[in-house]
């Protein structure tokens, strides 16, 4: 990488490659949910998820770069630890709980990925592409804020009522 553009590429790669690794996780995830509500979060995340994936395919496009050819590491790293969570919690209301901070971790990794997207593509006067990678931070955001509310406001709770 010799130039802010090489960065930029390589950052909408890695997106790429984390949005996928979300798309196909997901589904586990929402099939340990006990709570409804939470459960529709994820599940309407996940919709948003395959939207945002289907910009990152159409910023690229217009950039003429492919989208693939990246690991996300870090995502892949995100995803494990909830998975080894998933697999050592039992009680439902700890699942909820548990699952809510790993999506968390995930919410803000997105968030830094997105930001640092967007001031790019603004740096290299990419006013358009920079505009359409807001709207997906803008949902990462809501997204975090709806978790933030979903935790508490009821399940951490419940989860405490365990103790």
């Known amino acids: 990488?010799?130039?802010?553009?090489?960065?930029?590429?390589?950052?909408?790669?890695?997106?790429?490659?984390?949005?996928?690794?979300?798309?196909?996780?997901?589904?586990?995830?929402?099939?340990?949910?006990?709570?409804?509500?939470?459960k529709k979060a994820i599940e309407d995340h996940?919709?948003?998820?395959?939207?945002?994936?289907?910009?990152?395919?159409?910023?690229?496009?217009?950039?003429?770069?492919?989208p693939s050819g990246e690991k996300c590491k870090a995502m892949e790293g995100l995803l494990k630890e909830a998975d080894e969570f998933l697999e050592e919690a039992t009680d439902s209301d700890v699942v909820d709980a548990g699952i809510i901070a790993n999506a968390q971790r995930i919410e803000h990794y997105e968030i830094s990925g997105y930001g640092t997207a967007v001031r790019y593509a603004k740096?290299?006067?990419?006013?358009?592409?920079?505009?359409?990678?807001?709207?997906?931070?803008?949902?990462?955001?809501?997204?975090?804020?709806?978790?933030d509310d979903l935790a508490e406001n009821r399940l951490n709770?419940?989860?405490?009522?365990?103790?």
């Open 46 to 66: 996940l919709e948003e998820t395959k939207e945002q994936k289907k910009r990152l395919q159409e910023v690229c496009e217009d950039l003429d770069i492919s």
């Open 1 to 38: 990488m010799k130039t802010l553009e090489d960065l930029f590429e390589h950052q909408l790669k890695d997106l790429y490659s984390a949005e996928n690794q979300l798309i196909a996780a997901l589904p586990k995830v929402i099939g340990r949910v006990s709570d409804s509500n939470l």
């Open 157 to 163: 709770q419940k989860a405490m009522d365990h103790s």
């Open 123 to 147: 740096e290299l006067g990419h006013i358009e592409i920079a505009r359409v990678l807001q709207t997906t931070l803008d949902e990462e955001y809501a997204a975090d804020n709806k978790l």
